[in-house]
């Protein structure tokens, strides 16, 4: 498997990445299945703390597609924690359930030592960073 690079990666480090990797999107999906409502947003802040875990390890691989989907995830996680209005949380729901689905298409690719198609990433991206816009100067880091 190459990175964005064209640099080999070595293949226990891939395998370890990937266990971890899948492992934190098992947490993600029940994160966001257990927001229920308005008063649940915190849940939001863990998805970004999970969603960390991804991003340090893809960009220390050269991984950096996965890194930028995974780094937009934990700026809208912390930033859809400090929401109050349901229709917006809700569409947040949405957007970072479509990114854990995207990421693991990623992995699912890397599992198979194949380059992923980016279309898609690029237009998500596109998508996450619109949303990180409209939401505004929301705090992007853990709560102190």
Same mark, same amino acid.
């Given at each position: 498997?190459?990175?964005?690079?064209?640099?080999?990666?070595?293949?226990?480090?891939?395998?370890?990445?990937?266990?971890?990797?899948?492992?934190?999107?098992?947490?993600?999906?029940?994160?966001?299945?257990?927001?229920?409502?308005?008063?649940?947003?915190?849940?939001?802040?863990?998805?970004?703390?999970?969603?960390?875990?991804?991003?340090?390890?893809?960009?220390?691989?050269?991984?950096?597609? +996965? !890194? /930028? %989907?995974?780094?937009?995830? &934990?700026?809208?996680?912390?930033?859809?924690?400090?929401?109050?209005?349901?229709?917006?949380?809700?569409?947040?729901?949405?957007?970072?359930?479509?990114?854990?689905?995207?990421?693991?298409?990623?992995?699912?690719?890397?599992?198979?030592?194949?380059?992923?198609?980016?279309?898609?990433?690029?237009?998500?991206?596109?998508?996450?960073?619109?949303?990180?816009?409209? +939401? !505004? /100067? %929301?705090?992007?880091?853990? &709560?102190?």
């Amino acid at each position: 498997m190459l990175d964005d690079k064209k640099n080999e990666i070595d293949v226990e480090l891939l395998d370890g990445f990937l266990e971890e990797s899948y492992a934190v999107l098992v947490d993600l999906k029940v994160i966001l299945a257990s927001f229920k409502g308005t008063s649940d947003a915190p849940v939001f802040e863990k998805y970004g703390q999970q969603i960390d875990r991804i991003m340090g390890a893809a960009y220390t691989l050269s991984l950096n597609e +996965l !890194g /930028d %989907l995974a780094k937009l995830g &934990k700026e809208l996680g912390y930033k859809t924690s400090q929401i109050k209005q349901i229709a917006k949380l809700l569409t947040m729901q949405s957007l970072l359930s479509q990114l854990v689905r995207t990421m693991e298409k990623i992995l699912n690719s890397y599992q198979k030592n194949e380059t992923p198609t980016y279309d898609e990433v690029h237009q998500l991206i596109n998508r996450l960073n619109t949303a990180s816009d409209q +939401l !505004g /100067d %929301l705090r992007i880091s853990v &709560k102190v």
